[in-house]
């Protein structure tokens, strides 16, 4: 197992990319804690994580709130004594077009997406500091690199993460942090069950060289890699997992 014993917070786990992130994490030996706005289930998530063989603690946090995401870090602290790992993966995936994006969904974006990775970053890593290293992952997007229609706040949210990735890497790889980023590209979950049309996915379908959507299962694989020992020397990478989308030309 890469990752036996080491403990590790995953935000935005209760469902989708996060909570195969959670059981990815977990089959390498990590104690999971699956964090997530919906409490509820977030206790149903951690519990299939358990049922699975692994170890898993749910609890409830508000990505965007300072005083949410304080009480979570002191609450793992308190319960594991350590941190190793933290996934950035919580994300909201409001589509609109910028002449019609309210300030409240434009807000509210960049709380969760961008903010919300900041303020449990800055609290975790200040953790990880302290005990002498850890591995960060954010989760950012294809739609942080390129200009989707519809994805003036979300894309910019990506793109702020993608940069805020690199300065994080640079300031703590000294202080034996890692932090680098997976970018999926279209993934089936319930966000872009909600996000896509029929026509969406056939045009997806042929600008994706790989022909398909990605699965939760091989985003967590990428991001259990950059937890890992192997990636003990990858500071401030972006990873696409995209079947080849970003890579692809005109031709
Ligand atoms: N699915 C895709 O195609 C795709 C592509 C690129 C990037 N992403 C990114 O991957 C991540 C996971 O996406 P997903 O498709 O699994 O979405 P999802 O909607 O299935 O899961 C997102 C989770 O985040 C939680 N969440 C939302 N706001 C939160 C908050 N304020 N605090 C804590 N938790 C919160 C939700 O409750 C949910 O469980 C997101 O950051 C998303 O932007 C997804």
């Known amino acids: 197992m890469k990752l036996e ?51 898993a603690w749910p609890i409830a946090v508000d990505v965007a709130d300072p005083a949410s995401v304080s009480s979570m870090t002191e609450a793992v602290i308190a319960r594991f004594g350590r941190l190793d790992i933290l996934v950035n993966n919580a994300g909201i995936g409001r589509t609109a077009l910028f002449l019609e994006t309210s300030i409240e969904d434009w807000n509210r974006t960049i709380a969760v997406n961008l903010t919300g990775a900041f303020l449990v970053g800055q609290a975790c890593a200040r953790v990880m500091v302290q005990r002498g290293g850890g591995r960060i992952v954010n989760i950012t997007s ?51 069950e909600a996000a896509h049309d029929a026509a969406t996915r056939a045009a997806y379908g042929r600008l994706i060289p790989a022909a398909r959507y990605g699965r939760p299962e091989e985003i967590a694989e990428a991001v ?4 890992s020992d192997a990636a003990r020397y990858v500071h401030g990478h972006t990873l696409a997992v995209d079947g080849g989308f970003t890579a692809a030309g005109m031709m």
Do not use: W
């Open 224 to 227: 259990v890699f950059l937890c």
């Open 5 to 55: 014993g080491r403990v590790a917070i995953v935000t935005g786990a209760a469902g989708g990319i996060g909570l195969a992130i959670a059981h990815a994490l977990s089959r390498e030996g990590a104690i999971v804690t699956v964090a997530d706005i919906a409490g509820d289930e977030a206790r149903h998530a951690a519990a299939t994580v358990e049922a699975a063989g692994g170890r």
């Open 142 to 192: 294809t739609s942080g690199q390129r200009g989707g229609r519809g994805r003036a706040a979300y894309g910019a949210a990506k793109a702020g993460l993608d940069l805020l990735t690199r300065v994080m890497a640079v300031e703590l790889a000294a202080q034996g942090v890692n932090v680098n980023a997976v970018a999926p590209g279209p993934t089936d979950t319930k966000m872009v």
